[in-house]
């Protein structure tokens, strides 16, 4: 099917194979290879995109689906090879190990600060309990959002207990 | 995802049930996706055609009237209700329940209806619709009918819709509005799990209901229960009709445990 779409601010217009996910078509055929295949099942949320402004599972939409719609992804975090504020956050707290979640764990975090921009450990847990990190552990992680958020200072870090 | 198939959006009604009159059982309907596209990449369902209901049009809707209540639409997702104010404010009981599905991002795309239609017994939607008294209007190229939520579903992910029938809406009636209701989810977890077990109870004020989940081949409605009943009462009631089995998750003497633990929790919570 001939559809088009808008992927981190370029328009691509494209014949898509209608059985293709929408994690496919960004990996194979646009070759944005940041979205990561985990479990192709919704379960681990390393193929989290912005969809519409919204985080989703690119391993549970068609590429067919997104004909017309916005999406963002990983790719678009860094501009000029200058992380984003949310990936400065990660490095600075060691969030980051092998680095197979953190993609989809940015883009977790990316909407869950659109929404609420200073939000607690509780919020914090429940914006990204779609995404499974098995390394790094989550204290990092929740630490790293913390300080993006301006809830943490050089003092405070590493702080955090029994997340 | 190896399976070849073929892809439509239609944007009226009558082409989308056109579509499904004419492919039969080749058909499937995508409405979420988050059970759909799973099961496809399982091998457990071949489609020839997909199709994507939610360029319907009118199809997204969350309605709310004091005359006919709640009215939720096929391409409603579970973070619509989650987050509506008229939810919140006339069934609270429906927004907890939201809340224990999944995790964010797939409630983001996940529907109410396709809860209800993949008709797993741990459906989370289901309990709580059970005890507001929701009704299922079907509709097809052939006409309308409508169910009792509780007579919707049939056994384990079956359900009385037919292969050219749709949900076209879940509606909730406004005599429940309102009600004290709360819901428990037991899970292996905190974060994103399946239901262990799972309890629902409302209380209208006269009459006390007990929705159950992943107790059965489908989830449970206990009715006909005074407010004025005993704990005790209430127990036997509900786990008169459950009927747990042992799996890999949990043991059935477990289940029952639970059942009881969450009625008696549940009920001073809606007292």
Redesign the interface.
Known sequence: MWMSVEVNGHIYEREVAEHWTLLRFLREDLELTGTKDGCSAGECGACTVMLNGEAANACMVLAAEVDGATIETIESEAVNGELSEIQAAFARNYAVQCGYCTAGMVMSVRELLRHNPKPTVAEIKEGIEGNLCRCTGYQQIIEAVLDVSGQITNETRGGLRYV | ?N?????R?PTSRAELFGLLASHGEGAKI?A???DL??DI??GLVHPEL?I?L?KVQDFSGLVWSQSEGLIIGPATTV?DVLHDARVREYYPLLADCALTI?????R??ATVIGNIVHASPGADMAPGLLCLGARVRIASQRGEREVCLKDFFTGVKRTVLRHDEIVEAITVPPDTAKSRGAYRKLKRI???DLALVSVAVTNTGSAVRVGIGAAAPTPLLVEGLSHQDPADVVVAAALGVARPISDLRCSKEYREYMIEVFVRRLLEEVR
């Open positions: 995802m399976d070849i198939f073929k892809y959006a995508l979420g996706g988050t596209l799973v990449r399982s997909v994507n939610k973070n999944a995790s964010h991002q797939v983001n795309r905190d974060g994103h």
